[in-house]
């Protein structure tokens, strides 16, 4: 397992508002576990998301806003590249 689900509502003092494309939406930040593998574990959250998308009202979509592991999965490339070179 790549990573682990926890769910849990704090309340918070402080409120925040979030909008795409100039309206009101819901979001939620998912974080990887540090042991966990961020490139699977977006492919997975990806997946998850696709798949609940069948559930979605005909008028509701989502958006990832926000994704690390294009940049992750280009800088281990970037590694391999260099560990090559210098072989």
Known sequence: STSRVRSHIRQRRRSSTARSASSPCTSIA???LPYANSI????RVRAKLEELKKQFPADLDYVIG???SPFVAESVREVFRTLG???
């Open 85 to 87: 070179e210098a072989i």
């Open 66 to 68: 926000y994704d690390s």
């Open 40 to 43: 699977a574990t977006a492919a």
């Open 30 to 32: 998912v974080f990887q």
